[in-house]
């Protein structure tokens, strides 16, 4: 089977975009953004977030007709002062300062190697359709319904689901995927350079609760008011020791805080069509102290348990970044500078975001 992505005149915009001034696209990048023409239909009515990691002094070139801001790292130093450097550089981990910046209820976060997709039909898919549709129904993370997502369209919950259960909670995160160059870490890469995924599955699932996952950031779309103080890509790239688990380190992090407050998190479609395979020599590099950590990484994120009177997003975080400190320095001091970085993370967030009370910012 032979995958292409849909083209811009297969793209049919949506009669009506949801969301439209509740929702904003954030894209890192460090090249001009000309992929966004295929997206044109999709993406033009809503406002963009441009996070230009590397050279700040090199110009980006955005198509015309968006609407879009666009910050460098000289913006980023300016913004945050002190605080920026939570902020990774030369890594896409950079994106996460677009989610801190964004006055807006629901973020959705793209690579800017990632085309429209096309459904087994040949039809375009509208990844940001699907993905606010995940977003504003409910999630069932306490119980697994065998027909997946029984709020779909076609779909319900089965018998011998609990009739207590069927309400579900809140669907903090919408997990997407992707056709052609699978999300493989570089050894995968290396034992099957020529793999390509060509199976779409017409899916969506609620991740259940106590199971955690491996989040790509390339398709991804979240609930800014439920969970984004907790959308923290760590500090990776330059100058750190280790690369390419900015998305995996937020997706740990997300889940054992949505599980602790009752939140959802959902994955499958909407697929977009991946173009281009990173080098796989490159990612082992920025990989490989990631590959043997992670194996003591995630029995921490399994065993973690947040104390009850942590009932905000930040309180969540906070606690967690302590124990990050106390569990996980002794893998590498880099955790040390982690769960710090963590910390300063949530206080920009407050910063750029005050609590409101009555009306008003405090």
Known sequence: MVLEPATATQAAAPAMPQLKDELDIVIPTIRNLDFLEMWRPFFQPYHLIIVQDGDPSKTIKVPPGFDYEL????????????KA??????DSACRCFGYMVSKKKYIFTIDDDCFVAKDPSGKAVNALEQHIKNLLCPSTPFFFNTLYDPFRDGADFVRGYPFSLREGVPTAV????WLNIPDYDAPTQLVKPLERNTRFVDAVLTIPKGTLFPMCGMNLAFDRDLIGPAMYFGLMGDGQPIGRYDDMWAGWCIKVICDHLGLGVKTGLPYIYHSKASNPFVNLRKEYKGIFWQEEIIPFFQQVVLPKDCTTVQKCYIELAKQVKEKLSKVDPYFDKLGDAMVTWIKAWDELNPPVLNGKAT
């Not at 910050?71 to 002190?82: A, E, H, M, W």
């Not at 450097?85 to 030369?90: D, E, G, T, Y």
């Not at 919408?174 to 995927?177: A, D, E, P, Q």
């Open 71 to 82: 910050y460098n790292r000289n913006d980023i130093n300016k913004i945050l002062g002190p």
């Open 174 to 177: 919408s997990h997407g995927l």
């Open 85 to 90: 450097s939570c902020i990774s550089f030369k």
